[in-house]
């Protein structure tokens, strides 16, 4: 069975760190570009970072440039989001995407693989 895999979401409080990691099963992740969305309570599923299959690209939404740092280890089959300076608004699902080509990284409708999903929550 082909699929992503997350893991690693908690409560953390605010100004805390946290790492996410997404394992491909069944799918090798270093044909595909990844990416994390995070997608809160009524709102649409929004990219916070990608990277391209060389590592070579990488876009990270604004609201957490700097904060959060995407990685990929090939070898593993495993990327993860390394997330620094939580603060409450970070509250979300968060999800892993893949991908074959760079185009339309922001658009969360063109990733046809999707994991289930790892829940952040960040107190006060």
């Known amino acids: 069975q082909v699929q992503l895999v997350e893991s690693g979401g908690k409560l953390v409080q605010a100004g805390g760190s946290l790492r996410l990691s997404c394992v491909g099963s069944?799918?090798?992740?270093?044909?595909?570009?990844m990416a994390w969305f995070r997608q809160g309570p009524g709102k649409e599923r929004e990219l916070m970072a990608v990277?391209?299959?060389?590592?070579?690209?990488?876009h990270y939404a604004d609201s957490v440039k700097g904060r959060f740092t995407i990685a990929r280890d090939n070898a593993k089959n495993i990327v993860y989001l390394e997330m620094n300076s939580l603060k409450p608004e970070d509250t979300a699902d968060y999800y892993c995407?893949?991908?074959?080509?760079?185009?339309?990284?922001?658009?969360?409708?063109?990733?046809?693989?999707w994991g289930q999903g790892t829940h952040v929550t960040v107190s006060t």
């Open positions: 069944g799918l090798a992740l270093r044909n595909y570009l």
């Open positions: 990277t391209n299959q060389w590592r070579s690209l990488s």
């Open positions: 995407g893949a991908k074959a080509a760079w185009e339309s990284v922001r658009g969360a409708g063109t990733y046809p693989k």
